[in-house]
C-alpha cells in the first residue's frame, strides 16, 4: 500500500514563507521524479515544480526565484520552501511521486494541503 503525507499549508501573510514536506511509504522500490502540483479554485491543476532523483530540478514561471523545491532520497521525501508569498499562490497543493513499486509502476498523489496567502 503505498502513501503519501503532506504537511506544512496554512494561512501566511503577503511576503511570508511556508515549507512544504511529502512523505512516501509503502512498497517502493524506487522513486525517479518528486513534485508539487497546485490548483486554484475554478482553475486546472499545474506544475509547481519537480525535481530528478539526482536533485535536477523544473520551475513554473510564476514561482521561479521564489520557490526552491528539495529531496532527501534516503527518506522518500519532498520539501518546497515557499518564500515571497503572494496571493495568486493560494491553492492546495498536491504533492506527486513516480517511479517504481516491488509490483509495478507508481504515480501517486498526495490528499493535498492548502496553502492561503491574505492579510
Known amino acids: 500500500q503505498m502513501q503519501l503525507v503532506e504537511s506544512g499549508g496554512g494561512l501566511v501573510q503577503p511576503g511570508g514563507s511556508l515549507r512544504l514536506s511529502c512523505v512516501a511509504s509503502?512498497?517502493?522500490?524506487?522513486?525517479?521524479?518528486m513534485g508539487w502540483y497546485r490548483q486554484a479554485p475554478g482553475k486546472q491543476r499545474e506544475l509547481v515544480a519537480d525535481?530528478?532523483?539526482?536533485?535536477?530540478?523544473n520551475y513554473a514561471d510564476t514561482v521561479k526565484g521564489r520557490f526552491t523545491i528539495s529531496r532527501d532520497n534516503a527518506k522518500n521525501t519532498v520539501y518546497l520552501q515557499m518564500n515571497s508569498l503572494k496571493p495568486e499562490d493560494t491553492a492546495v497543493y498536491y504533492c506527486?511521486?513516480?517511479?517504481?513499486?516491488?509490483?509495478?509502476?507508481?504515480?501517486?498523489w498526495g490528499q493535498g494541503t492548502l496553502v492561503t496567502v491574505s492579510s
Open positions: 525535481i530528478t532523483r539526482g536533485g535536477g530540478a
Open positions: 509503502g512498497n517502493i522500490f524506487s522513486i525517479n521524479a
Open positions: 506527486n511521486v513516480r517511479g517504481w513499486t516491488v509490483v509495478g509502476a507508481l504515480d501517486a
